[in-house]
């Protein structure tokens, strides 16, 4: 089967960013590119599903003349790019942005709080800002990040990160066992040039119940 019968065969496009569209320096191939709009001239549709937040990926899709939905946030966020309106937002919101507020407000780990298409770190998260500068440019330094005022709206917050020894996690998830059903905490090793013996801790809304028996172990911090 020739790559034209091939085309036809499928509807949708449907890719990372990192680690998979972008290389190391965050471009894409002109031959990828290439490819793509000769799917977009067959009818294929194309779009794209990234842990990165809408801001971090806007002008990515945009390149591709993407005009329909993109996933940001792992699905956390589904924004049309014509319109660049937010058509889902998924938050941790009410009591689970209240128990996970608590849990962090005394604590050591290095905070990152995903706000409405941005990022919130204080003192404590410096070190690591970097690490999530990839998702989006609009990264903003707080006396207290766990007073953010995005703690305090209605809408909530899309999600936490939080970066410290093994032990900090693993307290840190062990303190929001009871409320895992609301905040869903996912701890890993972080391994990463300059984090050696680091852990993380991805705090986000828990997936519908089609889309966690549908999903996955998650791609994150910086691998998506």
């Not at 936490?160 to 929001?176: N, P, Y």
Request: glycine share 10%.
């Amino acid at each position: 089967m020739n790559l034209s019968a091939r085309a036809t065969r499928f509807k949708l496009l449907a890719t990372d960013l990192d680690g998979t569209l972008l290389d190391r320096s965050g471009a894409i191939h002109e031959r990828d590119r290439r490819a793509i709009a000769e799917l977009q001239r067959r009818g294929v549709a194309v779009t794209i599903v990234t842990g990165r937040m809408y801001s971090g990926t806007r002008d990515l899709a945009r390149s591709l003349l993407l005009d329909g939905p993109i996933g940001c946030l792992d699905g956390s966020a589904i924004v049309a790019v014509r319109e660049d309106r937010h058509l889902v937002s998924r938050a941790l919101a009410g009591e689970a942005g209240r128990v996970l507020q608590a849990a962090l407000a005394g604590g050591s780990p290095a905070v990152f709080i995903l706000g409405h298409d941005q990022i919130f770190h204080d003192a404590r998260g410096a070190p690591f800002a970097q690490y999530v500068r990839g998702w989006t440019s609009r990264i903003t330094h707080v006396d207290d990040v766990t007073a953010a005022p995005h703690w305090e709206t209605e809408a909530g917050v899309a999600g936490v990160i939080a970066v410290g020894t093994k032990e900090e996690i693993e307290a840190l998830v062990s303190g929001l066992a009871p409320a895992a059903a609301l905040v869903a905490p996912v701890a890993f090793p972080v391994s990463r040039d300059g984090f050696a013996g680091h852990w993380a801790m991805v705090a986000r809304p828990p997936a519908p119940p089609r889309a966690a028996r549908c999903s996955g172990s998650p791609r994150i911090m910086g691998s998506t």
